[in-house]
């Protein structure tokens, strides 16, 4: 089984300029190279998370003016992996991203794709191994997501599901950033999917008139609407720290050495 990372960060992070680098190097934490302690940027948890699922090859979907990621993270050998990067050529948002993707990938539907956004820190981090696991063990799944208790209802992607005897939820509905609150507390953060799956949300972009972008939360309906199965695990946390004052109370957390679960 194939296991390949996508990592959007074609943003213009405008909810945090004027900034000095792309928000994706923002430092958020600490690590520790070659024994000296050294900052950490935010994509650093994401990336971790994706490592230690096992995760060999990693995409980074770009903008051309984000030349820094790449000089940052070079080509992956540092931490054991290999990274790849492709230009989003135009502002076209999330769906347009991931699609860049798909011609660079090859393989059937025992390739498994791992999402998460490089803004964004959640726990535990172990929850992608835990995504995998439902994969191989229900071939009839085509997306599983990852979901996470929030009070942030009003700026995510809420989903509500039944939960299954086997501890796996079955989404029902996905609504996108909703202006009333809705009866369920959840929404999703990560995501991991088939080979199958990123072709039908590349051919979704693709055939996409609209004048507004097309919504990755609108694309998981669609395809159940298509037949494709999607399923959900429940995480503990996640943070989107895309905007200053989340990123502010999340530093304030980090400075007083709060730690989630490993």
């Known amino acids: 089984m194939r296991l390949i990372g996508i990592i959007p960060a074609a943003g213009?992070?405008?909810?945090?300029?004027?900034?000095?680098?792309?928000?994706?190097?923002?430092?958020?934490?600490?690590?520790?190279?070659?024994?000296?302690?050294?900052v950490s940027p935010i994509s650093l948890h994401l990336i971790k998370s994706l490592q230690q699922a096992k995760v060999n090859?990693?995409?980074?979907?770009?903008?051309?003016?984000?030349?820094?990621?790449?000089?940052?993270?070079?080509?992956?050998?540092?931490?054991g992996m290999n990274f790849s990067y492709l230009y989003q050529p135009k502002q076209k948002g999330m769906v347009d991203a991931l699609a860049q993707v798909t011609s660079w990938i090859w393989g059937d539907d025992d390739t498994?794709?791992?999402?998460?956004?490089?803004?964004?820190?959640?726990?535990?981090?172990?929850?992608?191994?835990?995504?995998?696991?439902?994969?191989?063990n229900n071939q009839d799944l085509h997306v599983v997501l990852g979901v996470f208790?929030?009070?942030?209802?009003?700026?995510?992607?809420?989903?509500?599901?039944?939960?299954?005897e086997n501890g796996i939820g079955h989404v029902l509905d996905i609504h996108d950033k909703p202006k009333v609150k809705p009866k369920t507390k959840f929404a999703w953060g990560t995501a991991v999917w088939r080979l199958s799956f990123q072709q039908y949300l590349t051919r979704c972009q693709d055939e996409y008139k609209g004048?507004?972008?097309?919504?990755?939360?609108?694309?998981?309906?669609?395809?159940?609407?298509?037949?494709?199965?999607?399923?959900?695990?429940?995480?503990?946390?996640?943070?989107?720290?895309?905007?200053?004052e989340d990123l502010m109370k999340f530093m304030k957390r980090m400075s007083k050495g709060q730690k989630g679960d490993q």
């Open 112 to 136: 498994l794709l791992l999402f998460g956004m490089p803004d964004t820190y959640f726990q535990p981090p172990s929850l992608f191994e835990k995504m995998i696991e439902v994969m191989k």
């Open 57 to 79: 090859h990693v995409f980074f979907v770009i903008n051309p003016q984000k030349t820094d990621i790449p000089r940052y993270y070079l080509n992956g050998k540092e931490l």
């Open 12 to 38: 213009l992070g405008s909810r945090l300029q004027p900034l000095p680098f792309s928000k994706e190097l923002y430092p958020a934490g600490f690590q520790t190279v070659n024994g000296n302690l050294r």
């Open 211 to 244: 004048e507004n972008e097309l919504v990755l939360g609108d694309v998981f309906m669609r395809a159940k609407t298509d037949g494709m199965k999607i399923g959900c695990v429940v995480g503990k946390e996640y943070e989107d720290l895309g905007t200053l």
């Open 149 to 164: 208790p929030t009070s942030s209802w009003w700026k995510l992607g809420m989903v509500r599901f039944k939960e299954q």
